[in-house]
């Protein structure tokens, strides 16, 4: 999960360079949707999700609609390897969330030191510059990061039990559909150039159906507060795509900070002596 998710950011800055946002997120899901849902109905996996219908249409906007639009519009401004620095705060989210929530789970101070220990870890391996940052692409950044941290607590709370393939292809369809109208009425003048393609059918394929399905078998292995955590490597993806894909200078501090995402991962998903199992 940490390198199919850490693609995206590249992707997504070479697909926004020619599509809208908009017009990115309805390929991006309705390639996905055409791949998933008919698998999904063969298997009998759609029809329990009407009775989740209410918590399936609030996960399918914070988890796949808005976030996905946002993270689009944000790169048209932000770089891929600062945007996926800011996605780091997706754990620290997810923990913040998880505590005001009045969750009976306690979270240790060994969580709370791997939390920052990444979050160290990814500004050294990316570096930050206050000064050029957008704020309202770094807003829609940061509301992205919540939408993360939000949307496995659904699933976790709301949706046990219910087929991970029927969720997965219901919101994808449901997103589709809904971001058709908006995609039309900003179709592409000319046919996107080879790069844009392979990067709309990456993320479809690949950063989409696939990534789903492997991240709910995550969700249910480790829970949805320690799943979070791979957002902590994706950085780490993406600043060696750019050092190999776009010979971008490999620096001692995307080395250090590299070893140090290892070290805050460890942390906050380990269970010390103050920390207590998923529920």
Not at 142 to 150: I, R, S
Not at 187 to 216: D, K, N, Q, R
Request: hydrophobic share 60%; aromatic share 8%.
């Amino acid at each position: 999960m940490c390198v199919i998710w850490g693609i995206p950011y590249l992707m997504i800055r070479v697909a926004v360079r020619e599509l809208a946002p908009v017009t990115m997120v309805f390929f991006r899901t309705g390639i996905a949707a055409a791949l998933l849902v008919p698998l999904a109905a063969r298997r009998n996996e759609l029809r329990p999700l009407f009775a989740h219908w209410r918590p399936l249409l609030a996960y399918t906007a914070i988890e796949v609609a808005l976030p996905w639009f946002l993270l689009g519009h944000a790169e048209t401004r932000l770089t891929s390897s600062l945007t996926g620095l800011l996605l780091a705060a997706v754990p620290l989210a997810g923990a913040l969330i998880v505590t005001l929530s009045g969750d009976r789970q306690r979270l240790g101070v060994r969580l709370w030191l791997g939390l920052l220990v990444g979050i160290v870890g990814v500004g050294a391996i990316v570096g930050l510059d206050l000064g050029q940052i957008d704020l309202l692409a770094l807003g829609e950044v940061v509301l992205v990061a919540v939408c993360y941290a939000v949307g496995p607590l659904i699933l976790a709370r709301r949706m046990g039990g219910v087929p991970a393939l029927g969720i997965v292809a219901a919101s994808l369809a449901i997103s589709a559909i809904f971001y058709a109208p908006l995609a039309a009425a900003n179709w592409p003048s000319t046919f996107p150039s080879a790069h844009v393609v392979e990067s709309v059918v990456g993320l479809a394929v690949v950063c989409s159906a696939a990534a789903f399905l492997i991240f709910f078998a995550l969700i249910r292995e480790v829970g949805p507060l320690r799943a979070t955590v791979i957002t902590y490597v994706n950085p780490a993806v993406a600043a060696a795509l750019g050092v190999t894909l776009l010979n971008e200078r490999l620096t001692a501090g995307m080395v250090i900070g590299f070893v140090l995402v290892l070290a805050g991962c460890f942390l906050a998903t380990g269970r010390g002596p103050d920390a207590v199992a998923e529920p």
